[in-house]
């Protein structure tokens, strides 16, 4: 619409999800340190299987050397062990690759406007935008609270099925008060004319200002909310 809000569905949303945390980073420093145990473990493990076979042979009878069988499995035991410790070096190797292009990634987003799946954006000079995914024909009840949760806007709208409808809000109360720029909230619930519930989704998009590198993923600040780059849906620019 034209005026506190309105659904047009040739007009592109965006897509957003709350806050990430991060406890994705936390998880990757935990990842990290058990790996590093593990390695150091199966090192001290190995030099000391080493110390063991070499004073063995070094102490068996002439008269009665080690069997060969058993030689042969030991050497394998030895080298089933190397293989291991080869094969988490590879592994912490492959993750450093990964979050080195995951970094690359992150970057060239700055600047774009992306689409993320959320409910929350920002009203700016009284104009403010969201994203409905609406799975069937239905009338749709909107609620929009502010950054303190207070209910400030409230209304129906009749609606098609479709993705990528934009709603559209002025900033003008349901009393016709104009409310201030800030951080809103819209909360969408649907029926169809049987009254049955209707799924609804919604979406923001935004440019993303920045990057934090320092968390793994990385983390796009968008509207001054953070995202990881698997939570962008798609790059409007």
Known sequence: MTTTSGVNTSSPVVSGTTAASNSSSGSSSAA??????????????FQSFLQLLTTQLQNQNPLSPLDTNQFTQQLVEFAGVQQQINTNDSLSTL??????????????????????????TSLTKSQAAWGLNIASASTVTINIANSTGATVYTSSIAANAGDNQTFTWNGLGTDGTQQPDGTYTLTATAKDSAGNSVGVSTEIQGVV???DLTQSPPLLSIGGQTFTVNQVRSIVN
């Open 95 to 120: 993750v450093s690759l990964q979050q080195t292009a995951q970094s690359s990634q992150a970057l060239e987003f700055v600047g774009k406007t992306a689409v993320v799946k959320g409910s929350t």
């Open 209 to 211: 200002s920045s990057v």
């Open 32 to 45: 990290n340190s058990a790996n590093a145990l593990a390695n150091q473990q199966i090192a001290g493990n």
